[in-house]
């Protein structure tokens, strides 16, 4: 279709063609000659319009038909042009391929017997890899069974240190099989270093001259040995010792002296051997001791094989523990306990063989008995009776000049110790007795005894504050008791919680409260609310002088508050006690009889006498005249004669307080009455009597 319409289009053109140049050989014969002119065509145009029409009309179809020729006509030559390019660009690109292809041939010809060499190669020098690893791990496993079968302890030592050097390859290490069996070498190095460990103890605590630090050289295991001490050292001590002990009690000479130089032998000795060890580490090792990290502390990551500081301080508390088990303490003082029993009676010599005591004693296995001995950790066996002076027997031998020191320390230590035990069970066994006076002294019995025990607390230390404490706790429970025993009336007791004491200063209650003053005035007191007999009256008082010297002595808060206490409640029972038989003997006008008024006056003789203290007293005078003041009809007093009886009868009374000299008066009680009397008073209670 697109060729006939080609073809179409091509006689389309041709007819066009030959119309326009019949045209041109009609209208415009001269262009198409040799002789012709532009310019007079030009010139010919620019004259009329119409011509110039017609030419310009020409002119585009001639153009157009141009156009045409040349779009039908030369199209074809274009595409054949491109084509050729085409073809010879893609003809290039072939030949170029080609070329590679012929050159990748030779090439890949070239690398088939190179690959092959190479394989070869590699695979024999794989084998020779191999070849060498089985006859190292041949030549270590030679020299690991050398190093089983070797019993001296250096040429062991040095054999497992090449069989590890020559293990310890990484790429060795890469196989499972050298990897496990790397492992059995090392098991059998922690084995053998806590062997050679053993050997230095040996050294250290028996004495043994080897060569256990020259096989520490070889295997390079300070950090062991430094943990083996740290694990081991304080058992191993107290086994040397505890087998000491043992040896001591199988002897015939038992004594504390013959202990004690043993156990102090043995001490130094150990020290001085640790100290060989010390030397031979700081000479032999590289040890950066004056290395530090980043805070300004030094490297001490070595304590026990190059320093003998934490050496000394585990003999020491190792020490304290022997001398507290053979020293006396109060607390087991008079207990019985079967391991405090010491036997020395050899059976063997007594009894037959076929008894079982006999064989209970000697046929202990030697399993047994090295186990009896060597103990992880425990009490030391007694052997002797405990005694006071195991620490002056101990200096008395010992030479190392830190364990002297330490020991000088323990001698006032143990003594204070065993001085604070023995108080602090005298004031437990001394406040269990029953309150009993002393009429030599005014105190209780058990004030001597105390004063004794306050008096031999010489410092503040912690044992002075606890023997003060417990002082003050069997004090502060001891009086609570005879407190509650002896104050049966309700209004003079006080809680001891409500004590207030400022500065360490007693005496801070000066005045009673009106409430308590109020109470006494309306209360009908009974004989139950007072002592009742002389023997109370005595142990309230002595107990108070015993409190007062308690307090003077100690002079601390629990004391002022106990001393304020009994203060405060004595003064309320004094009046307690003034007030029951004032009351009877106004009350029922016993006038004509002295009983009741002798016993007025016993009472406040007895507290004045006994204690020496006037303030006692305070605010006697002043209970006497508010009581008389509200209580004139429990008094009897009913009118102007009853007054002026009371008032002679109380003036009598008066003048006998005045003789026992308390400091006070009744003037202001006068004055009062004289205002009834004169028909004067304005007071309440005074305007009552005025009535009658």
């Known amino acids: 279709m697109q060729n006939n319409l080609n073809k179409f289009c091509l006689l389309f053109m041709q007819k066009q063609y030959k119309k326009i140049l019949n045209e041109i050989r009609i209208d415009w014969e001269t262009l198409l000659t040799d002789e012709f002119n532009p310019l007079h065509i030009a010139l010919a145009v620019n004259k009329g319009t119409i011509q110039n029409a017609e030419f310009r009309e020409m002119f585009h179809k001639l153009e157009f038909i141009m156009e045409k020729i040349i779009e039908v006509n030369f199209k074809g030559f274009s595409d054949s042009v491109l084509s050729y390019n085409e073809y010879n660009k893609q003809n290039a690109e072939i030949i170029e391929i080609l070329n590679e292809s012929f050159e990748a041939s030779h090439q890949v010809e070239g690398n088939l017997y190179i690959d092959t060499i190479s394989k070869e190669n590699k695979k024999s020098e794989y084998f020779k890899a191999r070849y060498e690893i089985l006859r190292e791990l041949k030549h270590i496993k030679i020299m690991f069974d050398e190093y089983l079968n070797s019993t001296e ?47 230095v103890f040996k050294f250290i605590f028996n004495n043994e001259i080897n060569v256990s630090f020259k096989c520490c050289l070889i295997l390079g295991n300070l950090h062991e040995l430094e943990v083996y001490f740290y694990k081991n050292f304080k058992t191993f001590l107290f086994n040397k010792l505890e087998s000491i002990i043992i040896n001591v009690s199988k002897s015939t000479d038992i004594s504390l002296e013959t202990l004690c130089k043993l156990i102090c032998n043995k001490i130094d000795r ?43 301080s585990t003999i020491e508390a190792e020490l304290m523990n022997f001398i507290d088990r053979y020293s006396i303490t109060i607390k087991t003082q008079g207990e019985f306990n079967l391991e405090n029993i010491v036997d020395n009676i050899d059976y063997t010599k007594i009894y037959p063989t076929n008894y079982n005591i006999y ?135 006080k809680r001891y919680e409500t004590i207030q004491v400022y500065n360490g200063k007693r005496g801070m209650i000066t005045e009673f409260d009106p409430a308590f003053r109020e109470a006494l005035s309306k209360t009908i007191l009974t004989k139950g609310d007072t002592f009742l007999v002389k023997q109370n009256y005595l142990t309230a008082l002595y107990a108070f ?23 405060y409640t004595l003064r309320r029972q004094l009046n307690v006690e003034f007030f029951y038989q004032f009351d009877i003997y106004f009350r029922e006008g016993h006038y004509d009889s002295n009983f009741y008024f002798k016993k007025i006056t016993d009472v406040l003789n007895l507290f004045y006498s006994e204690t020496k203290m006037n303030n006692l007293f305070d605010d006697l005078y002043k209970n006497i005249e508010y009581y008389c003041k509200v209580n004139a009809g429990i008094m009897k007093v009913f009118n102007e004669e009853d007054l002026i009886k009371f008032i002679k009868e109380l003036k009598i009374f008066d003048e006998v307080m005045g003789e026992i000299n308390f400091g006070g008066d009744l003037n202001e009680l006068y004055s009062f009455y004289n205002q009834i009397l004169k028909g004067e008073s304005k007071d309440k209670e005074g305007m009552k009597l005025q009535k009658n």
């Open 153 to 199: 302890i250096i040429k062991r030592c040095n054999q497992l240190v090449r069989c590890l050097d020559l293990i310890d390859n990484k790429e060795l290490l890469k196989i499972k099989g050298v990897y496990e069996f790397r492992l059995k070498i090392y098991k059998e190095y922690v084995v053998l270093s806590e062997e050679v460990c053993m050997e």
């Open 270 to 312: 150990i020290i001085l051997n640790h100290q060989t060890i010390v030397d031979c580490v700081l000479k032999n090792f590289k040890l950066d001791k004056n290395k530090e990290d980043y805070f300004g502390n030094k490297d001490e990551s070595y304590s026990y094989v190059t320093r003998s500081d934490l050496i000394i």
């Open 359 to 493: 064989r209970n004693d000697t046929e202990m296995s030697v399993e047994e008995s090295s186990k009896a001995i060597n103990k992880s950790y425990g009490t030391y066996t007694l052997i002797l009776s405990p005694k006071y002076e195991i620490v002056p027997v101990l200096l008395k031998f010992v030479k190392n000049a830190k364990i002297r020191v330490f020991l000088n320390k323990k001698v006032e230590t143990v003594y204070t110790k065993f001085r604070l035990e023995k108080n602090l069970n005298k004031v437990e066994e001394l406040f269990k007795e029953s309150a009993k006076i002393n009429t030599k002294n005014s105190k209780l019995v058990i004030y001597e005894s105390l004063k004794n025990i306050i008096d031999s607390i010489k410092d503040n230390s912690s044992d002075s504050e606890a023997l003060k404490k417990q002082i003050m706790k069997k004090s502060k429970e001891y009086f609570q008791k005879l407190y509650e025993e002896l104050f049966k009336c309700k209004i003079v007791t």
């Open 545 to 567: 002088n015993t409190i007062k010297d308690l307090d003077n002595k100690l002079s601390i808060k629990e004391t002022n508050k106990l001393y304020e206490k009994w203060l």
